[in-house]
Nanobody
Framework: QVQLVESGGGLVQAGGSLRLSCAASGRTFSRNAMGWFRQAPGKEREFVAAINWSGGSTYYADSVKGRFTISRDNAKNTMYLQMNSLKPEDTAVYYC????????????????????WGQGTQVTVSS
């Protein structure tokens, strides 16, 4: 059974930092892209960041560029999201996701191209 499990969420003040982790089990994703999405209350889920299979290419939403850093450790089958300079508008449930097929990078921004999803972890940024 394939599982993605997020951890590291919590409550932080504006300007603070958090590091999210996404641990995969049941299969390896070392040849697949992975990504982070988030959903704020009353809003649709949106793309945050993605990383290709090797970690050599990364992609970010404009709203988090320069503040968030995505990375992965294929030996541990784990992906990370370092979030710095957090803002109240970053408050959301954060989901990790993985593709099971090798797609072009333009698909990394669209949740319909991801086949596996975690259950989400809450990030709350207070002002």
């Amino acid at each position: 059974q394939v599982q993605l499990v997020e951890s590291g969420g919590g409550l932080v003040q504006a300007g603070g930092s958090l590091r999210l982790s996404c641990a995969a089990s049941g299969r390896t994703f070392s040849r697949n892209a992975m990504g982070w999405f988030r959903q704020a209350p009353g809003k649709e889920r949106e793309f945050v960041a993605a990383i290709n299979w090797s970690g050599g290419s990364t992609y970010y939403a404009d709203s988090v560029k320069g503040r968030f850093t995505i990375s992965r450790d294929n030996a541990k089958n784990t992906m990370y999201l370092q979030m710095n300079s957090l803002k109240p508008e970053d408050t959301a449930v954060y989901y990790c996701a993985a593709q099971s097929t090798t797609y072009y990078s333009r698909t990394y921004y669209q949740e319909r191209f991801y086949d596996y999803w975690g259950q989400g972890t809450q990030v709350t940024v207070s002002s």
